[in-house]
């Protein structure tokens, strides 16, 4: 190996006869580099996007929620939720009734999730409270489980959503009706129960999924508009390793006792983050074809260096250097220029993610939803990136190299 | 008959010598029985019949140790297509050659490269030195290519380059040296594995007449220094009368130019 070495190597440094195949080499060894360096930047930039939206996303909602599998609802949730904060990882948690309802302002009206909840709790699982841009979610809080005391407005407060408010054109301080279609069961039939809220405040998560279709009150305003006393339909729960939510789940699934079920972020955002993932894969296949046009650059490189030097393979066979020998110099040397290539290009992408994440590159908010490029480097993505361009080069080499071993020394050596 | 520490021949003692006297010592080194070698040329018309060219018929040949053997011919005689042969670069279509105890068309293709490293050397009329390496690497080449270590190689390499009067060249790529050095380069190539039979096909048929002239004496130097066994191709009338035996090629068959009257004046 030492012998095939020592000829590729000097074979890659040497002047050429002729000088295209030195251009091509050097074409070869770039188109490599910037394969690689254009591969690890792109999965960079995509698994900071990705890490971003899952900060901002797992940011917003909670962890892990605890429902009846009956979905009838908890009732006498009060000792159960102090029994659950006391579950190891548990960091926080906070009961919450959920209900369709059709929210409307005058003629406009769209469908929505309203969320009954006690603000200071539903703030230590969730920021969607603290993003509320105009109005306040203070106006949440009058509200005291423990002294009872009736809220100042005569009028019970909602917090929606922005891209909601935009649909029912509603601003701040308007009123809204609620309509719940869980009626009440009256000689009439099934009647939708209704209530008037007064809009406090418009908070925008970023995420249209929150911002078109969320909506908060208190949770006594809830209780009494689905007409349920004392009654909530989840416990939400933050814990203090996020990517272990649903070992967690399982706990406090055991802690609660029969009949209860837990849901974490990881399965609510399931077809998001498929879909993150599928958009990763599908950059890692388009950039990869650079890497294979680089691979097409060393198989044209070798092809013409081995027509080359036809007549020194020849020279080398006549005194015994055997056709794997010669077959190992021209592997070698793909090889060699794949493996420069790789290492360049791994030093320019990851040298640039770095630039790229500690001087920032600014991007317009208002359109990415995020003020800069987010740059998430990973070594596993060098080592699949480095294998994939060596492998690929690899499979470039074999047929130049082939052929090197099939020259027939009297035949290239006759006429001269 | 070789004193070897005589080894040190002097590249710049010209002057024709006597020719070599006929070797009495009986050892075969090589030897071919019925050789044919016929090539199916191809004829633009399919089916017209293969046109096939033939060579030599039941050609013999027997290289004594120590012989120095010329072989002549008119050109497409197939000379060189003889060599290849004896060299194991091409099979014969018929017949056998064999060096010492192993019979060549025996082998296989890694059977047949070992043979050509350690018991073959070869030199071409053109001097097929590689241009991207040194004089001293050039000759070391068929030594690395067997797995020496690079610095005995080397050295190895610098004895035969001094062998050949070429000791302060050995830093030298091949483009640096004059057509005569370049053949002598390669000479040394052939040489340093110490081989049974060095094979010489017009070694000075690209030289000019006075540097023709002193390469082919410095073969016959070291063929007497170092005792070698070798064949020579050569169109060089005065070379071949230096040779021990002249045989001529000729319709297929090896005539001793010598003995056989027809022959003489005829070469
Ligand atoms: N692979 C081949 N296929 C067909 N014909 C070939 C092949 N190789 C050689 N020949 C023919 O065989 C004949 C002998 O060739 P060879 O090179 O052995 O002759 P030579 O005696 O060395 O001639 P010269 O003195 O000109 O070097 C030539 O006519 C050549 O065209
Ligand atoms: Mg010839």
């Not at chain 1, 809220?197 to 995420?207: D, E, R, T």
């Not at chain 2, 043979?115 to 050039?138: C, I, K, M, S």
Request: aromatic share 8%.
């Amino acid at each position: 190996m030492r012998f095939e070495f020592f000829i590729a190597a000097r074979y890659l440094r040497a002047k050429r006869r002729q000088a295209v195949v030195g251009v091509i080499t050097a074409i070869s060894v770039i188109g490599v580099a910037a394969g690689v360096a254009s591969l690890i930047i792109a999965l960079a930039i995509t698994n900071g996007m990705r890490r971003d939206l899952q900060e901002r996303l797992v940011g917003s909602t909670s962890h892990v929620d605890l429902m009846k599998i009956a979905g009838d609802g908890i009732r006498d949730w009060r000792p159960l939720l102090e029994r659950l904060r006391k579950v190891p990882h548990v960091v926080a948690a906070a009961p919450g009734l959920y209900g369709q309802v059709l929210i409307s302002h005058g003629a406009r009206s769209g469908g929505g999730l309203i969320k009954g909840v006690i603000p200071r709790d539903e703030k230590t699982v969730g920021d969607l409270l603290q993003s509320v841009k105009q109005g306040s979610a203070a106006e949440l809080e009058p509200f005291d489980s423990t002294s009872g005391s009736a809220a100042m407005h005569a009028v019970p407060p909602i917090v929606i959503g922005q891209d909601m408010a935009e649909t029912i054109g509603v601003k701040i301080g308007d009123g809204v009706l609620v309509t719940s279609p869980q009626g009440a069961l009256t000689p009439f039939g099934v009647v939708p129960r209704y209530q008037k809220f007064q809009v406090v405040g418009i908070f925008k998560s970023g995420f249209y999924q929150y911002d078109s279709s969320y909506a908060f009150t208190r949770l006594k305003d809830a209780q009494s508009l689905f007409s349920e006393p004392d009654l909530i339909s989840v416990i939400s729960f933050k814990v203090d390793d996020l990517y272990h939510a649903d070992r967690v789940g399982r706990v406090i699934e055991a802690e609660a006792g029969k009949g209860f079920q837990t849901t974490n972020w990881m399965e609510q955002n399931r077809e998001l983050f498929r879909a993150l993932k599928l958009e990763q894969i599908v950059t890692f296949i388009v950039l990869a074809l650079i890497v294979c046009v680089a691979a097409l650059n060393i198989l044209i490189a070798l092809t013409m260096m081995v027509m080359e030097k036809t007549r020194d393979i020849a020279v080398l066979m006549s005194f015994g250097v055997r056709a794997e020998q010669v077959r190992r110099i021209f592997l070698l040397q793909g090889f060699l220029i794949s493996v420069i290539g790789t290492v360049l290009g791994l030093i320019l992408g990851y040298g640039l993610s770095w630039v790229g994440g500690h001087y920032p590159f600014p991007l317009d908010a208002a359109i990415y939803s995020i003020d800069h490029l987010p740059f998430a480097p990973r070594i596993w993505d060098g080592v699949i990136v480095a294998a994939v361009s060596l492998g690929v080069s690899l499979i470039a080499t074999l047929y130049p190299s082939g052929s090197a071993a099939k020259v027939l020394p009297a035949e290239a050596l006759r006429y001269e | 008959m070789i004193d070897p520490n005589e080894g040190d021949v002097r590249f710049e003692n010209e002057g024709s010598l006597e020719p070599l006297p006929v070797v009495r010592e009986r050892t075969v080194v090589m030897r071919a029985v019925g050789l044919t070698k016929i090539y199916s040329t191809v004829s633009g018309k399919a089916g017209s019949g293969a046109a096939a060219l033939e060579l030599f018929r039941g050609l013999d040949l027997k290289v004594h140790a120590g012989e120095m053997v010329a072989i002549v011919g008119e050109s497409g005689a197939g000379k060189s297509s003889l060599l290849h042969l004896l060299a194991a670069l091409d099979v014969p279509t018929a017949g056998e050659v064999w060096c010492g105890e192993s019979r060549l068309s025996g082998l296989t293709p890694k059977q047949a490269a070992d043979f050509r490293n350690r018991d073959v050397g070869y030199v071409w009329q053109f001097h097929y030195l590689l241009p991207e390496f040194t004089a001293a690497e050039n000759v070391a080449m068929p030594l690395l290519a067997r797995g020496m270590e690079r610095a005995a190689a080397l050295e190895k390499a610098a004895y035969w380059l001094g062998q050949v009067g070429l000791a302060d060249r050995t830093a030298n790529r091949s483009g640096e040296l004059s057509g005569g050095e370049q053949q002598r380069v390669s000479l040394a190539r052939a040489l340093v594995t110490e081989p049974k039979i060095l094979l010489a096909d017009e070694p000075t048929g690209d030289l000019d007449g006075k540097t023709a002239d002193a390469v082919f004496g410095l073969i016959q130097r070291l063929h007497e220094a170092h005792g070698l066994t070798s064949v020579l191709v050569t169109h060089n009338l005065e070379f071949a009368e230096r040779c021990n035996r002249v045989l001529k090629l000729r319709e297929g068959r090896l005539v001793d130019a010598r003995t056989s009257p027809t022959e003489a004046g005829r070469v």
